[in-house]
T-cell receptor
Framework: GAGVSQSPSNKVTEKGKDVELRCDPI?????LYWYRQSLGQGLEFLIY????????KSGLPSDRFSAERTGGSVSTLTIQRTQQEDSAVYLC??????????FGNGTRLTVT | GESVGLHLPTLSVQEGDNSIINCAYS??????FIWYKQESGKGPQFIID?????DKRQGQRVTVLLNKTVKHLSLQIAATQPGDSAVYFC???????????FGSGTRLQVQP
């Protein structure tokens, strides 16, 4: 079946602009995760959604970052007033129960 | 996903040899461990996982070993192939939360 889909695949934006990144998880997966991967780094946890529970936002680096998940499916990660240090690949993953996380191919964000 | 890391530890092996990639973790409360493979421009791909009540698990050409005493995890790849060239990440999960914490990665280069 279809995997995790992320859009856009690449996004170039000017410093100070807002951006929205979209994630379509695998159908039926109840958990959704956002991670960030900077050049040469591992994956940094940002936020986690599980069903109708309150999201775990403990990884969001600042209040410029927010995310929502509508209808228990699609998720949008929003970065307000982007800064150059926000440049990274933003990865979304989904899972069902205790199954391994399945990742999308990410959105490469470049802030100029 | 971005997997190009200028300063990642690199393991270089000959095609057909066995590879061993190591990972140390620090959280005694971690109860689940997982290995991912990431090729350039793609998101991490699940390889194999293991729970803390086990010390070894085998898959197709891969074996994961867990030593909880010294908090060490390893991935063994048998008969390494050029297609195995990628960056490999270990990840762990704490019993108290759902999100995975990732290591910094190891680049595997397979020489033909």
């Amino acid at each position: 079946g279809a995997g995790v889909s992320q859009s856009p695949s690449n996004k170039v934006t000017e410093k100070g602009k807002d951006v929205e990144l979209r994630c379509d998880p695998i159908s039926g997966h109840t958990a959704l995760y956002w991670y960030r991967q900077s050049l040469g780094q591992g994956l940094e946890f940002l936020i986690y959604f599980q069903g109708n529970s309150a999201p775990d936002k403990s990884g969001l680096p600042s209040d410029r970052f927010s995310a929502e998940r509508t209808g228990g499916s699609v998720s949008t990660l929003t970065i307000q007033r982007t800064q150059q240090e926000d440049s990274a690949v933003y990865l979304c993953a989904s899972s069902y129960a205790d199954s391994p996380l399945h990742f999308g191919n990410g959105t490469r964000l470049t802030v100029t | 996903g971005e997997s190009v890391g200028l300063h990642l530890p690199t393991l270089s092996v000959q095609e057909g040899d066995n590879s061993i990639i190591n990972c140390a973790y620090s959280n005694s409360a971690s109860d689940y461990f997982i290995w991912y493979k990431q090729e350039s421009g793609k998101g991490p791909q699940f390889i194999i996982d293991i729970r803390s009540n086990m010390d070894k698990r085998q898959g197709q050409r891969v074996t994961v070993l867990l030593n909880k005493t010294v908090k060490h995890l390893s991935l063994q790849i048998a008969a390494t192939q050029p297609g195995d060239s990628a960056v490999y990440f270990c990840a762990e999960r704490d019993t108290g939360r759902r999100a995975l914490t990732f290591g910094s990665g190891t680049r595997l280069q397979v020489q033909p």
